[in-house]
């Protein structure tokens, strides 16, 4: 069974930028879309980013659109998020995470596979 292990967080100040790396073990990312997601303190999961099983659409809510860039490494079985311009709204705890489906899905429920989470904190 597929294991995701997120990394790359941390803290930046704000208009910084991270990337985060999601890498795969156990069995390769298939061909299945790709996510990130996160949470913030007392509010629900929200979409970051969403990638196919091709690499070839993506998908960004607006709250992130032109600041973040999902792509995955399908060799090197990694997904990787691009946070450029980084606010302190975005502030929570970034989870990686893989849909039964191979087109992207903004729907969490089509996501099985979830990792533990990284941390990513903006200060002002």
């Known amino acids: 069974q597929v294991q995701l292990v997120e990394s790359g967080g941390g803290l930046v100040q704000a208009g910084g930028s991270l990337r985060l790396s999601c890498t795969a073990s156990g069995r390769s990312l298939g061909t299945y879309a790709m996510a990130w997601f996160r949470q913030a303190p007392g509010k629900d999961r929200e979409l970051v980013a969403t990638?196919?099983?091709?690499?070839?659409?993506?998908y960004y809510p607006d709250s992130v659109k032109g600041r973040c860039t999902i792509s995955r490494d399908s060799a090197n079985s990694m997904v990787l998020l691009q946070m450029n311009n980084l606010k302190t709204e975005d502030t929570a705890v970034y989870y990686c995470?893989?849909?039964?489906?191979?087109?992207?899905?903004?729907?969490?429920?089509?996501?099985?596979?979830w990792g533990r989470g990284t941390q990513v904190t903006v200060s002002a």
């Open positions: 995470a893989r849909s039964r489906t191979v087109g992207i899905t903004p729907a969490q429920s089509d996501y099985d596979t």
């Open positions: 990638i196919n099983w091709s690499g070839g659409t993506t």
